[in-house]
């Protein structure tokens, strides 16, 4: 019996998104995007969230900020603490402000911005106490000791090697206390043993499940809300007692982006 834990997620509209600049393989500036369906399709992933029962805050968007709907991407959130983002492109930098006020102004007083390039929970993913932490394309490998330094808890730091899975949240999810999800092409073969050795239960997801953003879902430990096309995923996912629900965030990912990373999980002080 797999039990969900109610959870508070912080969202911000995509009313400004858009794809004018291109920061990883998935942004094509020249293909159109549909800033209405774009819209439509992230209330619908709030209303899932509203419906099993969390909490949704909402930042304001900026104008001119098109990628701020990824609010994963904004800081990292554990025991109440924060450690706010400092992006690696200059098209993004002044998201981290943006998140920094509003996460003082609304709960978190408790917070600081990363002194090297750190991408929020596009690249650090909390299972039970550990810390997961991705670079390779985008967090610095040393902010992995100021996470862990500024959190007190064990970071694990893990390499990213394929450019199309240029954050951790593209490539892992995290499941429950003890489970993650995984596609193995993304890492370093030192990082992918690691992973096999504190994981040894994962979900191996396939490179076409993968290619979909499938692993770039959220779990409240039952619920998994994740991108529609992964179907073999989900059919992995109902096989080990989790129950996956389907979104389809296709505009969002023309910005090489889905559900995580328009989710940021706010975490209380435990
Ligand atoms: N266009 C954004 C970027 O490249 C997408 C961010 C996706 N967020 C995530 N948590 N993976 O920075």
């Avoid at 800033?35 to 909490?55: C, D, F, K, M, S």
């Avoid at 554990?78 to 200059?90: E, I, K, T």
């Avoid at 993650?180 to 040894?200: C, D, H, I, K, N």
Wanted: proline share 7%; charged share 25%; with cysteine.
């Amino acid at each position: 019996m797999r039990t969900p834990r109610a959870r508070h997620y912080l969202m911000c509209r995509p009313t400004y998104f858009d794809v004018v600049y291109s920061i990883n393989p998935w942004m094509d500036p020249k293909k159109p995007v549909d800033t209405p369906l774009a819209i439509t399709q992230w209330e619908r992933l709030r209303e899932v969230y509203l419906n099993l029962g969390h909490t949704v805050d909402t930042i304001e968007p900026v104008r001119g900020l098109p990628d701020m709907v990824f609010a994963a991407n904004g800081a990292t959130v554990v025991d109440g603490r924060a450690l706010v983002a400092r992006f690696r492109d200059a098209e993004r930098i002044a998201e981290g402000p943006a998140y920094h006020d509003w996460l003082r102004d609304n709960g978190f007083p408790d917070l600081r911005t990363a002194s090297v390039v750190n991408e929020g929970e596009g690249d650090y993913l909390l299972v039970g106490d550990l810390l997961l932490a991705g670079t390779g394309f985008r967090s610095d490998p040393r902010s992995h000791d100021e996470a862990q330094e500024f959190f007190g808890r064990p970071v694990v730091g893990l390499t990213l090697v394929d450019p199309d899975y240029y954050h951790l949240d593209t490539a892992l999810t995290v499941l429950d206390e003890q489970t993650v999800a995984y596609y193995p092409g993304a890492f370093s073969p030192g990082s992918l043993a690691v992973l096999r050795r504190l994981f040894p239960d994962a979900v191996i997801a396939s490179v076409q499940d993968a290619a979909v953003f499938g692993l770039n879902a959220t779990s409240d430990g039952l619920n998994v809300v994740l991108p529609q096309n992964a179907t073999a995923l989900a059919d992995q996912l109902r096989d080990r007692g989790f129950n996956p629900i389907g979104v389809d965030l296709s505009e969002l990912l023309k910005a090489g982006g889905s559900v995580k990373c328009c989710t940021l999980e706010l975490r209380a002080a435990g």
